[in-house]
């Protein structure tokens, strides 16, 4: 199994939008709505900041929202601030009975 | 408040067995509404699911490491556990535990340990 898709990076300046991509297949993303994403500090624990692709867990910033459509999921995080920065990766159930991470993301805020 | 913390020996010789323990403080790995899991992260690399398991013993693993790994858990103790066997190089990371939804948050690694840095090297 294949990690899922991600870029390898994306930026953005303060204030701005930013859209990370996840893309799988149809027997992971494309045929679950068990779609996670992750923060992660280098150094630090990754933080689940959307569940099932679009909930937020309680103290998550509402600056961050997750979508889905077909094969690809996203992640967009809007008003940019200096302590979004950090690397992302989406994660999938899949119909192996498996997860999948994505390959993860790096957002430098400018 | 729930909190993980893994434990292991740091450092493994080539074809050994790595051997790790998560201890759960502050809640039962028996609650029926979660899983439990062990994530991993190579230096430079990024997040790779190794497998998880349900309280009743359900367990599953990744196909890539599913012929050297086995994951164990000890309810009275809190704790469960992670074996790793024919270990290399390419072994070496960070190791997670975490939580993983079940009746919600499906799926979600919601609580993580700190991690644990395993070097294996002769």
């Known amino acids: 199994q294949s990690a899922l898709t991600q870029p390898a990076s994306v930026s953005g300046s303060p204030g701005q939008s930013i859209t990370i991509s996840c893309t799988g297949t149809n027997s992971d993303v494309g045929d679950y709505n068990f779609v996670s994403w992750y923060q992660h500090h280098p150094g630090k624990v990754p933080k689940l900041m959307i569940y099932?692709?679009?909930n937020r867990p309680s103290g998550v910033s509402n600056r961050f929202s997750g979508s889905k459509s077909g094969d690809t999921a996203s992640l967009t995080i809007s008003g940019l601030q200096a302590e979004d920065e950090a690397d992302y990766y989406c994660?999938?159930?899949?119909?192996?009975?498996?997860?999948?991470f994505g390959t993860g993301t790096k957002v430098t805020v400018l | 408040q729930l909190q993980l913390q893994e434990s292991g020996p740091g450092l493994v010789k080539p074809s050994e067995t790595l051997s790790l323990t998560c201890t759960v403080f502050?809640?039962?790995?028996?609650?029926?509404?979660?899983?439990w899991g062990w994530i991993r992260q190579p230096p430079g690399e990024g997040l790779e699911w190794i497998g998880s398991?349900?309280?009743?013993?359900?367990?599953y693993y990744n196909p890539s490491l599913k012929t050297r790994v086995t994951i164990s858990v000890d309810t009275s103790k809190g704790q469960f556990s992670l074996k790793l066997n024919s270990v290399t190089a390419a072994d070496t990371a960070v190791y997670y535990c975490a939580r993983q939804g079940f009746s919600s948050r499906y799926y979600a690694f919601d609580i993580w340990g700190q991690g644990t840095m395993i070097t294996v090297s002769s």
């Open positions: 398991f349900y309280y009743t013993g359900n367990t």
């Open positions: 099932e692709v679009s």
């Open positions: 502050g809640g039962s790995i028996s609650n029926s509404n979660y899983y």
């Open positions: 994660s999938s159930y899949t119909s192996a009975n498996t997860h999948l």
